[in-house]
């Protein structure tokens, strides 16, 4: 921190005095920190932004008050840590990489908190039709199927970073121009993070078509979540009364399950998913997880554009994926959800991931 100057007169300044002042400038300057509030004295009002040169930026939203803390990575624009502080412990809700390096030698390696565009989960055999013409995804595929975009291992660029009195933001954004991967349209990605009162991290996405044509898209996130423990032991609760019915390769077919297992909270136990959840509306949260023994709870908001909750219960069974999606699962060729999006039209979405400790 910066201690108060009561004067712009340093002409009484010694050699090692001014050296010691220049050296304390560089430092607050190399870590690019961005602070709002008195700026002399930084209240416990205040948010700051903090970004980190590593292998791609790293940025940290702060709020100064209560330690609430997200980390977001240019790297896919992914989110790889979002912590809340109870006592001396701090609690970080996404099962994150270790490091930069991590997250880019294993991002396909489960997708943890990837960007899901311009389709979201799989496309069936890489293959879809569109505008009379056919295509092939030349991108990821887990055996047949080609799965979760074309943007996770994107490199974003950081284009605006904000904080004030009410929260911090970062903003990032990809041009997509990249016909050899088997989707021959441009478009222009814009994601950003808020952080706010009370520990609330908001992700707004606005997709926009830079090129001529009609272009097919879906979106999503495919972030993992860790309330401490095995799943086993969390409350789960889904805002939902109905899913898509799957064949054997997790491919919609047009019909519905009903389903109000987790209307209202239940252990998870045992329960294994890999299934789409059609939201029931956009007035109550998504879904609510809840730690009994910690007191700690995610609550997952989403707006009327992301309908649909894709929900996987991993193996291992340490963490929870919870996905927000537009559209469902092979949208491209099945059509549930698909955007037709027009040229330089703009489609937004959005998503509100709130902490909150019961004792």
Request: without cysteine; glycine residues 4%; charged residues 25%.
């Given at each position: 921190m910066i201690s108060h100057i009561n004067s712009c007169d340093f002409s009484h300044f010694s050699l090692h005095n001014s050296c010691k002042l220049i050296s304390l400038i560089f430092s607050v300057c190399y870590r690019k920190t961005v602070y709002f509030g008195e700026?002399?004295?930084?209240?416990?009002?205040?948010f700051s932004v903090i970004e980190e040169a590593n292998l791609f930026p790293v940025i940290r939203l702060k709020d100064e008050e209560n330690n609430t803390e997200a980390e977001i990575y240019s790297f896919g624009a992914l989110i790889n840590a979002f912590t809340i502080q109870q006592g001396s412990f701090t609690?970080?809700?996404?099962?994150?990489?270790?490091?930069?390096?991590?997250a880019m030698d294993n991002i396909t390696a489960g997708f943890k908190s990837a960007r899901l565009s311009p389709f979201v989960c799989r496309v069936t055999k890489g293959r879809y039709v569109f505008s009379g013409?056919?295509?092939?995804?030349?991108?990821?595929f887990l055996g047949t199927e080609a799965i979760h975009g074309l943007v996770f291992d994107a490199q974003?660029?950081?284009?605006?970073?904000?904080?004030?009195?009410h929260g911090a933001s970062v903003t990032l954004e990809h041009d997509y121009i990249?016909?050899?991967?088997g989707f021959p349209f441009n478009f222009h990605s814009r994601i950003t993070y808020t952080l706010k009162k009370p520990n609330t991290l908001s992700i707004a996405v606005v997709i926009t078509n830079t090129g001529k044509t009609d272009m097919p898209?879906?979106?999503?996130?495919?972030p993992y979540f860790t309330l401490g423990g095995k799943i086993n032991e969390?409350?789960?609760?889904?805002?939902?009364?109905?899913?898509?019915?799957?064949?054997?390769?997790?491919?919609?077919?047009?019909?519905?399950?009903?389903?109000?297992?987790?209307?209202?909270?239940?252990?998870?136990?045992?329960?294994f998913l890999d299934n789409c959840f059609v939201l029931d509306g956009c007035e109550k949260p998504a879904c609510i997880i809840?730690?009994?023994?910690?007191g700690l709870q995610l609550i997952i908001t989403a707006s009327k554009n992301y309908p649909y909750l894709q929900v996987y219960t991993p193996p291992h069974r340490r963490s929870i994926a919870v996905e927000n999606l537009s559209g469902a699962p092979d949208a491209f060729n099945n059509g549930i959800g698909l955007i037709i999006a027009k040229p330089l039209e703009q489609y937004t979405f959005a998503t509100d991931y709130k902490l909150q400790l019961s004792h």
């Open positions: 700026l002399n004295n930084l209240t416990a009002m205040a609690h970080n809700v996404i099962d994150a990489f270790s490091s930069p390096q991590d013409k056919e295509h092939a995804i030349n991108k990821f974003f660029k950081v284009t605006e970073k904000r904080a004030d009195a990249k016909e050899e991967e898209l879906t979106d999503g996130w495919h969390l409350l789960f609760q889904a805002n939902t009364k109905q899913m898509l019915a799957f064949n054997e390769y997790l491919v919609p077919t047009g019909g519905f399950v009903e389903h109000r297992l987790f209307n209202s909270p239940k252990h998870l136990g045992e329960t809840t730690n009994e023994a910690t």
